[in-house]
């Protein structure tokens, strides 16, 4: 997550309600989706415990899969250009969605959630997708710090783990600039979150590790984001110029960096 990106979550109010609590059962296949990819795009909906729509999409075969998770306020779906995502689909089974709050999905219930909310939801969605464990997870900014979060929670289920210009906030400064649950799309409360993420006994496994920094983001990026190479004995760090959005302006130089993660493994 970025602080910048939070800054302009905090401005917009999404009063809507729909549900709870996450896990399966309903779904709803559309088949392939429109999209300027060449790869095949397996798309459609499944709903929680709750009663809220998740909608997704996968593409490819093979093992280990890789997850994508969105930044902040962002749905999957619609995150990753054809540039980034092919050549992995070229490689193995690729799935991403949209967060409650994003994209096609439904909004969230109208309740303060927490790291530990989203990572129910994505624990629901690997499973539904039938992504088999261990699998890579690979998110940008606040997804990045989300899949720290969850793999966490389990590290014996992640093959691999990529943030792409994912920052280390500190909690107090995110108090002091007034961020609410009730300021951003996704209801999360990302004070809680990010004193979570503040407290971790790193190293959380033994996994390889990607952190990828943008050179034109915030300044002095690249040395708060060297924070999450203590998640791994196995980690490092690479420096790919361009702003925050990393796979949309240079999807190419990320995307090469991540296979290099799946070739290792």
Not at 90 to 101: I, P, S
Request: proline share 7%; charged share 20%.
């Amino acid at each position: 997550m970025r602080s910048s990106g939070l800054l302009l979550a905090a401005a917009l109010m999404l009063v809507a309600a729909c549900g709870e609590e996450p896990s399966d059962e309903s779904d709803t296949s559309t088949g392939v989706s429109a999209s300027p990819s060449p790869a095949e795009r397996r798309t459609g909906t499944f709903k929680l415990r709750s009663g809220e729509s998740i909608y997704y999409w996968c593409a490819g075969e093979g093992s280990p899969g890789v997850l994508l998770e969105a930044g902040t306020d962002s749905g999957g779906t619609d995150a990753y250009p054809s540039a980034f995502v092919d050549p992995l689909v070229a490689k193995t089974t690729v799935c991403t969605y949209d967060r409650l709050g994003t994209g096609r999905s439904d909004p969230p219930p109208r309740t303060r959630r927490t790291m530990r909310d989203l990572c129910a939801v994505q624990d629901q969605v690997v499973a539904k997708l039938d992504l088999s464990s261990p699998y890579v997870l690979v998110g940008q900014s606040g997804g990045g710090n989300l899949n720290i979060g969850c793999a966490t929670r389990h590290p014996e289920r992640v093959a691999g783990l990529v943030t792409i210009d994912s920052y280390h906030d500190d909690p107090d400064d995110l108090r002091a600039e007034g961020f609410v649950w009730s300021g951003n799309p996704e209801f999360v409360d990302y004070v809680d979150y990010s004193e979570e993420l503040d407290t971790l006994t790193m190293p959380i496994g033994d996994f390889p590790v990607l952190v990828v920094s943008a050179t034109e983001a915030d300044p002095g990026g690249e040395k708060n984001q060297s924070h999450w190479l203590r998640l791994s004995p196995n980690s490092r760090q690479v420096a790919i110029q361009g702003p925050h959005d990393l796979q949309e302006v240079a999807p190419e130089r990320v995307v090469t960096e991540v296979l290099k993660v799946l070739g290792s493994l």
